[in-house]
């Protein structure tokens, strides 16, 4: 079980560049989650999905968008990347709903 | 909305020392969670909760319920190097989603 992984580890863009994080699960989680952590602001729910084909916003949804096509894959999208979204993004997934969540590695995004 | 107020925002203590944390709100939880980030990598879980006054114990560490379900404390008995990193916590309701603190950076001191 290789658990809750993400791709890409690190990257760099520039402003109005897209690009898009994946995040995969092999333990058959219907729930699935993607985070933000910045210094100081402890984790910060972006967006979640409660099952395949299926999404919803979280506490800082703004300029992301997810989808979630595949009951293993959840993925996170900026479609005009901005300096304020330079953050660690944390995916995590759960067996029900807001039952204890397992994080990925976390992708390292900076944007200039 | 609901907020977790989680401290101490930092320690630095000497090896072998105990360690204690805590976290509280002003709203009451079903369910608390203590996890461990170690620097550049994802939280991982340590401890969860699902009962007020449950205390559960994971090799050294030790987490408790609070009474009141407005809080929730971990301990960290003879601390060693690898403990350091942040510790969160985290509260869970079946009506919210869940609610994360901000965190405690452990530093040991050699």
């Known amino acids: 079980n290789a658990g809750v992984t993400q791709t890409p580890k690190f990257r760099v863009l520039k402003t109005g560049q897209s690009m898009t994080l994946l995040c995969a699960q092999d333990?058959?989680?219907?729930?699935m989650y993607w985070y933000r952590q910045d210094p100081g602001m402890g984790l910060r729910l972006i967006h979640y999905s409660v099952g395949e084909g299926t999404t919803a916003k979280g506490e800082v949804p703004d300029g992301y968008n997810v989808s979630r096509l595949k009951k293993q894959n959840f993925l996170l999208g900026l479609e005009s990347a901005a300096p304020s979204q330079t953050s660690v993004y944390f995916c995590a997934s759960s067996r029900l709903e807001w039952e204890t969540q397992y994080f990925g590695p976390g992708t390292r995004l900076l944007v200039l | 909305g609901q907020q977790l107020n989680q401290s101490p925002q930092s320690m630095f203590i000497q090896e072998g020392e105990d360690v204690s944390m805590n976290c509280t709100s002003s709203?009451?939880?079903?369910?608390w969670l203590w996890y461990k980030q170690d620097p550049g990598e994802g939280p991982v879980l340590l401890i969860a909760?699902?009962?007020?006054?449950e205390l559960t114990s994971n090799g050294r560490l030790t987490a408790q319920f609070g009474i009141t379900r407005k809080d929730s404390f971990l301990n960290i008995s003879a601390s060693i190097p690898s403990d350091v990193g942040i510790y969160f916590c985290?509260?869970?309701?079946?009506?919210?989603?869940?609610?994360f603190g901000k965190g405690t950076r452990l530093h040991i001191l050699p």
């Open positions: 909760l699902y009962k007020a006054g």
């Open positions: 333990m058959n989680h219907e729930y």
């Open positions: 985290a509260g869970q309701n079946r009506d919210d989603k869940i609610i």
């Open positions: 709203s009451i939880f079903n369910t």
